[in-house]
C-alpha cells in the first residue's frame, strides 16, 4: 500500500518509509488496522480526515510519533465532542496514507478505504471535500512538543494558510484531524476505494518485479482498470539535473530527463510539492490534475519528490485523474490556473 | 487615559484614536465601561487578559469591531468553560488599553485597574504573567473575517510564535483573550492599578495645557508619584530623521534627534515596536525595561513609533520601569539582550 501510494501521491504526500515501519511494526506486534469498504460505513457514522501537513523533505526525516496521534484523535473527540467512528485519508500520499493505518493499528478505529481527492495536493481547499462543501475545519493541529492549535477557518482557503503558518511555526511538519463529516458525506464526496488501489498497484508491482515480467505493463493494465481511466508511460530516461529548493514550507522544483538513446529529447516535470506538469520538447504531455508518476526504471519503485536524483534511470508515467477531478468546478480550484501554470488543462488522453 | 497610555505605551501598543472614538461613543450613549480596584476582585474570580496583536501601523488603520470582541469573550467563556469575572489589559499601551474599556462598554464585564507589564512589549512572553509562570495560553484568535484559532503551548515563548504567525495570516491584525487566571493570580503577578495611572498622566498633561503651565514639570511630578519611580526629560530637541519598516508584522526604526540650537548633540532613539534605547551621542540613557516616551514638546502629547515625522519638535523622557520589570528573572527576559541589544541593563537613576 506504500508504494500504491506513493505512485498515486504524484511525488508529493511525504515519504511513507517511516510510517509504513511503523505500522509493519503495529501489524507484527498483532496491532492490525482496520479497513472497511465505504458501503460499510453508516451514513450517521462521524468520520473526520487524518492528515500530516509540512514540508515533504522535513516529514522523511520526521518519526511518526504514537503520543501525538492519540492526542490528536482525544483532542479531536473532545473538540467534535463525540466519538469518531471511523478515519479517513484526506489525500492519497506516501507518508499521508499511512497515519490513519497507524492511528487505525492503535486506536482499532477502522479506516474508510478511500480519500479526498485520489491523489496528492498541496492545498487543503484542494480536495473533493473542500469542493463539495465539507469544511475542511473545526481542524486541530499538533505537534510532537505539546503544541495544539484549533483552526475554525471562513473558508477553506483560509483554513489552508493558517494550517500552512501554524505548521511553520511547529517546526514545518504537524499531525491534525479535518473535515469532521457525515459517513454520507463521505461516500457523497470522497474518492472511493482508494485504499485497495494503493494495494492494488503495489502488489502487481511486487508480483511482476518476483516472476521477472515487464512492471510496467502489468502497471498501466491494473490502473486503467480502475473505471478505464487511461495512463501511459510518457517517457523512459534518465535524470540529467533536479533543481530543488524547500522554500516557505514548499518543495517547489524542476526535473529534466534525456532518453538513454537520444539526447535530442528533452522531458521536464515541473514539482510544486507533488509533480504537476510534464513535458516533452517544451510540449505539456500531462498536467494537473492528471497524476504524474516516477518510476524507478528496473524496478518499478515509484518515487517521492526527494527521492530523484542526478543519473537515475527512470520511467514517467502519466495517469487520468478521477472524473471527479475533472470536473470544471474542480478544475478551477486545481487545474493548471492554479498553480500558476498559464495553460488549460487538456486530459491525457486527448494530447498527441 | 488614551493619552497616559500612549506614553506608557513607549511608543508601542497602537494608537488609541479608532478605540478612544470607540469608548468615546459608548459612554456618550450610556454605557460606561466599568473598571475595579485589584482590591475589588475576590481571589477566586475568574480573569483573562484582552488583547489586540499585530503590526502597530495596520492597527491605527483598523477599526475595532464591536461583534469581534464580543464573539472574542462568547468563544473565551466556551473555550475555558466558564464566565468571565473580569477582564485586564495584557499590557499598557493605547490600543491595548483601549480593548478592554471597549469589551467593557458593550458587555458589563469589569476591567481590573491593573495590566500584565506596566507598559507595551513586543512579546507575550515578556509580561510578568509570564515570568511569574501564568501561561498564555490556552488563547482565542479571531479576525472580523470570521476566522477563528484556539491556541495551547508548550511555552509562552511558543504561544508568542503561533501568535505572530497566526496574526499574519489574519491580516496582521487580531484580538484575543489570554492568560487566564484566577484574581488571586493576577493580583499577585500584575503590575496594578496602571488605569488609574493613565488617567492621572492623561489628566495632568490636560490641566496643565489648560492652565498654560509646563506639562512636563507637572508630568515628571505625577510619574514620580508613583512608588517614588523617578522620571526625567532626556532630551529636548527636533526629529531629523525616521527611519521605519513594517517587516514580519514587526515595527522596526531609528529616530534621530538634534537640539533646537545645538546640531552638535545626536540622539537617537532605537524602536522594535515600542522605543527599546535611547542614546545621546551614542551614549545610552535610558533601555528597556524602563520606558522611553516621546511627547510633542508644545502640548506635552505622547506619540507612538507611527506618529513621529521628520521635523517634529519633541521632548523624550526616561522613566523607570517598576520594580517588577527589574528584577534578574524578568530582564531575563524583557531585558536589552532580549531585544538583541548587546549592553546590560543600567537602571535611569544610575546613569551619568
Redesign the interface.
Known sequence: MARGAVLLGTGGGGDPYIGELFVRAKIEAGRMPTIIDPDELPDDAFVVAIAGIGAPTVIIEHLVSEVTLLRVLARAEALYGRPIDAIVSAEIGGANSMFPLALSAISGIPVVDADGIGRAVPHLEMTCFSIDGIAATPAILMDD??????????SDK?AE??C???T???GAVAFGSFYPMSGGQLKRCGVLRTLTQTRDIGRSIRLARTAGRDVFADLIEVLERRDGRPARVLFDGRIVDVMRETRDGWHWGRVTLHELTDAGQVFTVDIQNEFIAARRNDETVAIVPDLIAILDRETGEPLTGEMLAYGQRVKVIGYAADAKLRQPESLNVLGPLAFGLDEPFIAIEDRA
Chains 1, 2 share one sequence.
Open positions: 512538543s505539546g503544541n495544539s492549535v484549533v483552526i475554525e477557518a471562513a483560509m494558510e493558517l500552512r503558518v501554524v511553520g511555526a511547529m
